[in-house]
Nanobody, 121 residues
Framework: QVQLVESGGGLVQAGGSLRLSCAAS????????MGWYRQAPGKQRELVAA???????NYADSAKGRFTLSRDNAKNTVSLQMNSLKPEDTAVYFC???????????????WGQGTQVTVSS
């Protein structure tokens, strides 16, 4: 129905940078919001950054000043540029989108499969 395909991630040293990208495809009428969450081992999934259509990005305090979220509405993509990475940024990062799949349909939440980001000290 709807797929979120993530790319990017990997292993980087502290202070380095990574870029995550996510593309939504399938039965999409409209996308209300897109963003990224992360989940570290033993911790709950948490918001990293998200943006609603027509709005400005919303960042977690831990991401402010280091991460930049960008969205291409025409391509249904969202990217997260992560700079000055820290070991505590190590987690599985999940793309998230609130999507209407048809006229009059309620918004549904979709998730990507997750991509590992590991920051070594």
């Amino acid at each position: 129905q709807v797929q979120l395909v993530e790319s990017g991630g990997g292993l980087v040293q502290a202070g380095g940078s990574l870029r995550l990208s996510c593309a939504a495809s399938g039965r999409i009428w409209s996308i209300n919001a897109m963003g990224w969450y992360r989940q570290a081992p033993g911790k709950q999934r948490e918001l990293v950054a998200a943006i609603r259509t027509g709005g400005s990005p919303n960042y977690a305090d831990s991401a402010k000043g280091r991460f930049t979220l960008s969205r291409d509405n025409a391509k249904n993509t969202v990217s997260l540029q992560m700079n000055s990475l820290k070991p505590e940024d190590t987690a599985v990062y999940f793309c998230n989108a609130d999507i209407n799949t048809g006229w009059g349909s309620p918004t549904s939440v979709f998730w990507g499969q997750g991509t590992q980001v590991t920051v070594s000290s």
